[in-house]
């Protein structure tokens, strides 16, 4: 236990045992500790006491001190002290009045598992025990294949293997200190190695998915991946395998055109392979800027005479949506008769002049024959040539006043007419349309949602059809016109990887310089046209008051856009009169149904409303019996547009 007497007053001993007791109260404020423990052994007010120690009237006196001569005063014995030290775990002063003993490991880590090699998984939680016996008290240190771990200083080593790198021998070190801080011996404990499981590969970072790089840069791309064991680096080029390119990084010098394509990397160790996602590398060309960006944008869906179709609405909605996200202003008209999409196409080439890109999209029903035909609405069972729009007579408008970029899309088939069904199309004479802008500008782009004599698909079950599914992810991103049709091409052939492709998009491409859609416009060169296009197009929600006489009612009536961006389907809903019917009737009878409503909501909508339908009757009724109408002059509040669109 002890070198003195146990029964020896703490006053009775060496002074030079006594100072060196009180040097290591004093040291680290250790007599704070030992100080709370006796005022709570004794009962004593603890803060006040410890305010009394630390109060010193004399040069020679200490807190340490103090405390001392107050268990001196208490007859305290060294085995009581022993005690109280001990208790307090003061163990190096508790060493200054214990015998001393030997250091010996009693347990070694291995000991524990009963195995020197120890085999673990990744998120496994690892304790590692090593327990020492001596006086002065042992202290701990562990290592890791002979380096020290920082803050592992007890006796336990806890930890959860979260990385390969924790793989390896671990070790304690024990050792004395004396109080004074004297190094007495030094025993290492047994090593235990830790083997890791192999554990599959994970991808922590990504490389980037796009980068543009200046000819004769410099450019690296790099990934990061984790697994037990280390995991392997190969990197392609557009799935050519690049020889000695083995690591995380690749770095590629002076970047040219041949360098331009799609990077990954293919990752693996002993148990498992991964591939991380493309990294598509494009020269970083200068960018282009344009006085405007318009679109015309058509859906034909309800056919008059052909069987409807079922995703067109959706097509046209998306892109139009998408294009007015990348600062597009948007014409977008849903079912138009031929009429109708004439006069479309001639009030929106009006507006295709000098530096304006121009984008316009058509979805609905077509065929092919010698060049690319959209049929309206309104085209006859037994169509001819004549009854339809073919792509030169829309070239030949869009192109004569010399825009900066024109792209035309058409989502649609680009199948013959059956023989069987429309012979007479085989023998009509077609319609030469010549088109030519007058500077000759290399500014053309037509895009097909497939080839010739294909068909163009709509999913069954899907909100969108096959080509738009593929267009809508590339449409407004900041790439060349060039490549975005390129990659929405290859989208569509990856989907039918091990298929027979029978829908395969297409595009022609006369432009030279490096188009985006999502290029800038300019603040100040803004054409007149242009604003004047922008007043027809605007539309805004409209709330008006009404009267219905004979009822003795008033109401407010709100007037809006049916479905975004369709410019040509107006709501019109009435607000405010709970416990009435509501009917809505056209004045004068359209030679189509136009009108269309939903009682339960009170609102109607029509579609493509006719300058010369006359007024929109709404009447109110009370238990099925009409007690008043009033007419709503919808002309009034549609788009502008429409008066031109409708003649």
């Not at 030079?16 to 100080?35: C, F, G, M, P, S």
């Not at 040069?59 to 001196?72: A, C, F, I, T």
């Not at 408008?397 to 069904?421: G, H, R, W, Y």
């Amino acid at each position: 236990m002890t070198h003195f007497d146990k029964d020896t007053y703490i006053e009775c001993l060496p002074v030079t045992v006594y100072n060196e007791i009180v040097n290591a109260l004093n040291k680290d404020a250790a007599w704070i500790t030992l100080a709370n423990h006796v005022a709570e052994e004794l009962q004593y007010p603890c803060t006040l006491w410890i305010q009394s120690l630390n109060e010193i009237k004399h040069p020679n006196d200490s807190p340490g001190q103090k405390l001392l001569s107050e268990l001196s005063i208490k007859m305290c014995t060294i085995e009581i002290l022993h005690t109280l030290l001990s208790d307090c775990k003061l163990y190096n002063i508790l060493s200054i009045i214990s015998d001393p003993e030997p250091l010996s490991i009693i347990m070694h880590p291995t000991e524990e598992f009963q195995t020197s090699i120890l085999k673990v998984s990744f998120g496994h939680r690892l304790r590692l025990c090593c327990k020492a016996v001596g006086m002065p008290l042992p202290n701990y240190v562990w290592y890791h294949n002979n380096n020290e771990l920082q803050h592992c200083t007890s006796d336990v080593l806890d930890f959860i293997i979260v990385s390969a790198s924790q793989a390896g021998e671990y070790r304690c070190k024990v050792f004395q200190i004396k109080n004074d801080g004297t190094l007495i011996s030094t025993l290492t404990s047994k090593a235990i190695t830790v083997q890791i499981f192999s554990t599959p590969v994970v991808i922590e970072e990504q490389p980037q998915p796009l980068l543009e790089v200046k000819e004769g840069e410099n450019f690296t791309i790099h990934c990061k991946a984790n697994s037990y064991s280390k995991p392997r680096y190969q990197w392609f080029h557009d799935n050519t395998k690049l020889e000695g390119e083995t690591s995380n990084i690749l770095h590629v010098k002076q970047f040219s055109l041949k360098n331009e394509g799609k990077y990954y990397c293919y990752i693996y160790n002993d148990i498992s392979e991964i591939y991380t996602q493309r990294t598509r590398v494009m020269m970083d060309l200068p960018k282009c800027k344009a006085v405007a960006k318009i679109a015309l944008v058509i859906a034909n869906e309800e056919y008059e005479n052909h069987e409807c179709l079922l995703t067109s609405k959706n097509d046209a909605a998306c892109i139009g949506n998408l294009l007015k996200e990348i600062g597009f202003e948007v014409i977008c008209l849903l079912n138009l008769t031929i009429t109708q999409m004439k006069n479309a196409i001639k009030i929106f080439s009006k507006a295709l002049v000098e530096g304006v890109y121009g984008l316009f999209y058509f979805a609905g029903h077509g065929f092919k024959m010698q060049e690319s035909y959209m049929l309206a609405t309104d085209a006859p069972e037994a169509y001819l040539r004549k009854d339809a729009i073919c792509e030169s007579e829309l070239l030949s408008a869009f192109l004569e006043n010399d825009p900066e970029l024109l792209i035309v899309i058409l989502d649609m088939c680009q199948t013959l007419p059956s023989k069987e069904f429309n012979p007479e199309i085989y023998h009509e004479v077609p319609t030469v349309n010549v088109y030519k802008s007058k500077k000759n500008l290399r500014n053309l782009i037509q895009a097909y949602s497939t080839s010739s004599h294909r068909p163009s698909y709509e999913k069954l079950n899907c909100k969108y059809g096959l080509y738009m599914e593929h267009l809508s992810e590339y449409i407004n991103k900041d790439i060349t016109v060039t490549k975005l049709f390129e990659e929405v091409g290859k989208s569509i052939d990856s989907c039918f990887k091990g298929k027979e492709r029978n829908q395969i998009p297409m595009f022609a491409v006369s432009v030279t310089k490096p188009f985006r859609l999502t290029d800038a416009t300019y603040k100040n060169k803004r054409p007149d046209i242009i604003n004047y296009l922008s007043k027809f197009i605007s539309y805004s929600t409209q709330t008006i008051n009404v009267l219905f006489k004979q009822a003795r009612m008033c109401s407010r009536v709100k007037i809006s856009l049916f479905m975004e961006p369709y410019l040509n389907i107006v709501r019109i809903k009435v607000l405010d009169l709970p416990n009435v019917e509501i009917n809505f009737f056209n004045s004068i009878p359209a030679k189509r149904n136009n009108l269309f409503q939903d009682q339960h909501e009170k609102e109607c909508w029509i579609h493509n409303p006719q300058i010369n339908e006359g007024p929109l009757v709404i009447s109110v009724s009370k238990d099925g019996i009409p007690i008043g109408a009033t007419v709503l002059h919808i002309k009034d509040y549609i788009p502008p547009l429409l008066k031109l669109v409708n003649i």
